[in-house]
């Protein structure tokens, strides 16, 4: 281990002030992730299945000690229009937002932003009944 990397290892917040350019191979599908092509000094998740380790307290402060994989579970849209994904850990269950990176498997945040869409937790055809019940508007009959 050289003198850098003994740094970025036991030097607590290295990451806040440095940026993460590492390349390192993905624990969950093994495919290498390198920062190229992020688009962004950060790094910090896996470009093809986008899960990504529990290593992070506060983003970039390394300061976890429970190193569970964190899995995408959500998608969101920041003010200005940019994608965040919401990351789980399967270990302890802590939620992190993370920015989405230019190569990130655009099949893989779209199957993730389709899920609720895709299993509602009603039956989809049971939508005008309920809306009527809710005393909403939504009998497609409302133009009579
Ligand atoms: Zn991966
Ligand atoms: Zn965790």
């Not at 945040?109 to 009944?129: D, G, Q, R, V």
Request: charged content about 25%; proline content about 6%.
């Amino acid at each position: 281990m050289n003198r850098e990397n003994k740094r970025k290892a036991y030097q607590k917040g290295y990451y806040k002030t440095h940026a993460c350019n590492d390349s390192f191979e993905c624990k969950i599908c093994g495919r290498p992730v390198v920062p190229a092509g992020a688009g962004t000094d950060h790094r910090n998740h896996c470009s093809n299945c986008l899960c990504s380790l529990h290593v992070d307290d506060e983003p970039g402060d390394r300061a976890s000690s429970c190193g569970g994989i964190m899995e995408p579970v959500a998608l969101w849209v920041r003010k200005d229009g940019e994608w965040a994904i919401i990351h789980r850990c399967r270990r302890c269950g802590k939620l992190s937002s993370n920015r989405v990176a230019a190569d990130d498997n655009p099949m893989k945040l779209m199957s993730i932003a389709m899920k609720p869409l895709a299993s509602p937790p009603f039956p989809l055809e049971h939508i005008e009944e309920m809306t009527r019940l809710m005393g909403g508007d939504g009998s497609m009959e409302s133009g009579k």
